[in-house]
């Protein structure tokens, strides 16, 4: 009997397993603009336009193939509001009893349709998302009986089952890791490459002006909007990455630059994420410019690493720890987060840069969410829920089962060490050695407390000195609690009143 093949707006791929598993001269497609998925957190308006316009390019591109697709938009008068809601309405105008689904990508939507189709005696067939390298199953089973879950095995595993720069059953180039070669500033430079803009055709117009009428007091610069939004689209922009900034992708990896909120980054993550492109082809092209000798080794690795690695793993950790992950709060931090991360009015130069490049693009890369805005949450104790509810909120590639383990785990360390073996805590020294930032700081970054000392300096040692009791015996931290044992007792005090007043301001 013909089925509701359900595809969602983060399943965005023609290989879905809920399309190969479907037949299209009896099947029909159900894709819905529902305000539940839209509004669970205040997205940045450039994700929703994102999100909205590449699932109605898809809904066509299905259309084109010969699918039948009941597409519902946001503004259709009927609309119920939820995935469920216009499952159970297609049902009713369609008389299907059978519903398939891939797997959806975050747990919050996986419980609410399968309760959902025991309430309503649904016969829903929920399929795995295949579109990963590591099943649930095989993480498990890699995670099963070990004490400590560490990206690095489980990274080495993953590059054995892929084959991915592997001779043999030997890593490319003698060494599974080549990250010490990857830690170095970068400079301004008139030839960096920026990711390929897209203009809006006619079908983003339409998105945009929707978004700006519904959405219009979200956070965000909507326009210019240039992503691309079909896997066309998105094939070009990979295309671009391989071969203008994979080069130098490793060397400059961890710095940050004013002026550059792109650097030598792939800027993919949110058409990976939504299903615009696959993991291992974009893993197979990279690889393929290391062969032909266009990139070296240590951006090649690196960049799969990233991909085979850490996204495959904070996956699997996800699913395994979820439901409760997201409420973690190792610390009992409960500072509610600061009003200039909706508005990136800071005097903190670096604060700044990456709060405003991310309400102008809803992006920023890693060193800057991990090391900026996520190292200043954590120093200053803000509650973890409300630092993962504004990261899942503000980027493009943001889906729960990617962020939380970032923002939970290895950004906030509320699961306590579960994902990462030490807080990565950094005072303004670091900030310095990988940007350019501080040279336009009004803080001094050299300055350790009292009037206009970086502010990362004194919330460094007073976020150690309050977390002593949770941290001093972590042996990566050693040499700080050391340090700071040292330290006299007034410059002690100094640090501390210094933080206080930092915090009393926020
Ligand atoms: P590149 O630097 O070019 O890396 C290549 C690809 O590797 C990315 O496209 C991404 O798919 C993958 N990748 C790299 N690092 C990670 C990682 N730590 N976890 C998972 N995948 C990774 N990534 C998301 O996709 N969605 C998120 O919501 C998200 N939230 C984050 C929150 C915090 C606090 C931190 C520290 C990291 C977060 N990341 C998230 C990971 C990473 O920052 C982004 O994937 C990356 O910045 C995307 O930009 P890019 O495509 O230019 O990445
Ligand atoms: C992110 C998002 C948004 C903004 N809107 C929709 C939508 O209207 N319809 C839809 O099917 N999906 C949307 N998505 C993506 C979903 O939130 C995503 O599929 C789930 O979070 C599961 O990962
Ligand atoms: Fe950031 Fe401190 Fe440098 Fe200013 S001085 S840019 S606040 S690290």
């Given at each position: 009997s013909s089925r509701l093949i359900l595809v969602l707006g983060d399943q965005l791929s023609q290989n879905l397993s809920a399309l190969s598993q479907a037949e299209k001269a009896r099947d029909t497609v159900l894709m819905a603009e529902v305000a539940d998925e839209a509004g669970y957190v205040p997205h940045h308006k450039k994700k929703i336009a994102f999100v909205f316009s590449a699932m109605r390019h898809f809904a066509d591109e299905l259309g084109a193939a010969g699918w039948q697709v009941r597409y519902v938009r946001l503004n259709d008068p009927d609309n119920t509001g939820s995935i469920t809601g216009e499952i159970a309405r297609a049902i009713g105008d369609l008389s299907i009893a059978n519903v398939q689904v891939t797997e959806p990508g975050e747990y919050r939507l996986k419980a609410a349709l399968l309760e959902w189709a025991d309430q309503s005696q649904t016969d829903l067939h929920m399929l795995e998302d295949d579109r990963f390298v590591a099943t649930h199953q095989e993480f498990r089973n890699w995670a099963d009986g070990r004490k400590q879950l560490r990206m690095e095995y489980f990274y080495r595993e993953m590059r054995r089952k892929t084959g991915l720069l592997m001779n043999g059953d030997q890593p490319e180039g003698g060494r599974w890791n080549f990250d010490a070669e990857n830690r170095k500033p970068a400079n301004a430079d008139l030839f960096m490459p920026q990711p390929p803009r897209s203009d809006p055709d006619d079908i983003t117009t339409e998105v945009l002006s929707l978004v700006e009428t519904r959405f219009g007091d979200n956070f965000g610069q909507l326009r210019p909007f240039w992503f691309a939004v079909t896997r066309a689209g998105a094939l070009e922009a990979l295309d671009h990455f391989v071969e203008h900034a994979l080069p130098l992708f490793g060397d400059h990896q961890d710095a940050m630059l004013?002026?550059?909120?792109?650097?030598?980054?792939?800027?993919?993550s949110h058409y990976l994420n939504a299903g615009l492109l696959g993991p291992m082809e974009i893993c197979r092209q990279v690889e393929r410019a290391y062969y032909e000798g266009r990139a070296p080794l240590n951006a090649v690795e690196g960049f799969i690493r990233q991909i085979i690695g850490w996204r495959e793993y904070v996956r699997g950790l996800y699913w395994l720890k979820m439901p409760g992950y997201t409420e973690r709060n190792h610390f009992g931090a409960t500072r509610p987060l600061p009003d200039f991360y909706w508005t990136a009015k800071t005097e903190m130069a670096c604060m700044a840069a990456a709060i405003g490049q991310t309400r102008d693009h809803a992006y920023a890369h890693h060193i800057q969410r991990l090391m900026v805005t996520g190292n200043f949450a954590m120093l200053a104790g803000v509650d973890p829920h409300e630092v993962h509810e504004w990261y899942l909120a503000v980027y493009?590639?943001?889906y729960e089962w990617v962020e939380a383990p970032n923002v939970i785990?290895?950004?906030?360390?509320a699961d306590g060490g579960l994902l990462g073996s030490k807080p990565y805590a950094a005072s303004g020294n670091y900030i310095n050695k990988m940007s350019d930032h501080c040279s336009h700081c009004c803080y001094d970054v050299k300055r350790k407390f009292g009037a206009n000392a970086c502010p990362f300096n004194p919330l460094y040692w007073d976020f150690l000195a309050r977390n002593a009791d949770k941290l001093r015996g972590n042996p990566r931290l050693g040499h700080a609690y050391r340090t700071w044992d040292r330290m006299d007792p007034e410059k002690q005090a100094q640090y501390r009143d210094s933080a206080r007043e930092i915090l009393d301001s926020l």
């Amino acid at each position: 009997s013909s089925r509701l093949i359900l595809v969602l707006g983060d399943q965005l791929s023609q290989n879905l397993s809920a399309l190969s598993q479907a037949e299209k001269a009896r099947d029909t497609v159900l894709m819905a603009e529902v305000a539940d998925e839209a509004g669970y957190v205040p997205h940045h308006k450039k994700k929703i336009a994102f999100v909205f316009s590449a699932m109605r390019h898809f809904a066509d591109e299905l259309g084109a193939a010969g699918w039948q697709v009941r597409y519902v938009r946001l503004n259709d008068p009927d609309n119920t509001g939820s995935i469920t809601g216009e499952i159970a309405r297609a049902i009713g105008d369609l008389s299907i009893a059978n519903v398939q689904v891939t797997e959806p990508g975050e747990y919050r939507l996986k419980a609410a349709l399968l309760e959902w189709a025991d309430q309503s005696q649904t016969d829903l067939h929920m399929l795995e998302d295949d579109r990963f390298v590591a099943t649930h199953q095989e993480f498990r089973n890699w995670a099963d009986g070990r004490k400590q879950l560490r990206m690095e095995y489980f990274y080495r595993e993953m590059r054995r089952k892929t084959g991915l720069l592997m001779n043999g059953d030997q890593p490319e180039g003698g060494r599974w890791n080549f990250d010490a070669e990857n830690r170095k500033p970068a400079n301004a430079d008139l030839f960096m490459p920026q990711p390929p803009r897209s203009d809006p055709d006619d079908i983003t117009t339409e998105v945009l002006s929707l978004v700006e009428t519904r959405f219009g007091d979200n956070f965000g610069q909507l326009r210019p909007f240039w992503f691309a939004v079909t896997r066309a689209g998105a094939l070009e922009a990979l295309d671009h990455f391989v071969e203008h900034a994979l080069p130098l992708f490793g060397d400059h990896q961890d710095a940050m630059l004013e002026a550059e909120p792109f650097l030598y980054h792939s800027v993919l993550s949110h058409y990976l994420n939504a299903g615009l492109l696959g993991p291992m082809e974009i893993c197979r092209q990279v690889e393929r410019a290391y062969y032909e000798g266009r990139a070296p080794l240590n951006a090649v690795e690196g960049f799969i690493r990233q991909i085979i690695g850490w996204r495959e793993y904070v996956r699997g950790l996800y699913w395994l720890k979820m439901p409760g992950y997201t409420e973690r709060n190792h610390f009992g931090a409960t500072r509610p987060l600061p009003d200039f991360y909706w508005t990136a009015k800071t005097e903190m130069a670096c604060m700044a840069a990456a709060i405003g490049q991310t309400r102008d693009h809803a992006y920023a890369h890693h060193i800057q969410r991990l090391m900026v805005t996520g190292n200043f949450a954590m120093l200053a104790g803000v509650d973890p829920h409300e630092v993962h509810e504004w990261y899942l909120a503000v980027y493009a590639d943001a889906y729960e089962w990617v962020e939380a383990p970032n923002v939970i785990g290895m950004s906030q360390f509320a699961d306590g060490g579960l994902l990462g073996s030490k807080p990565y805590a950094a005072s303004g020294n670091y900030i310095n050695k990988m940007s350019d930032h501080c040279s336009h700081c009004c803080y001094d970054v050299k300055r350790k407390f009292g009037a206009n000392a970086c502010p990362f300096n004194p919330l460094y040692w007073d976020f150690l000195a309050r977390n002593a009791d949770k941290l001093r015996g972590n042996p990566r931290l050693g040499h700080a609690y050391r340090t700071w044992d040292r330290m006299d007792p007034e410059k002690q005090a100094q640090y501390r009143d210094s933080a206080r007043e930092i915090l009393d301001s926020l």
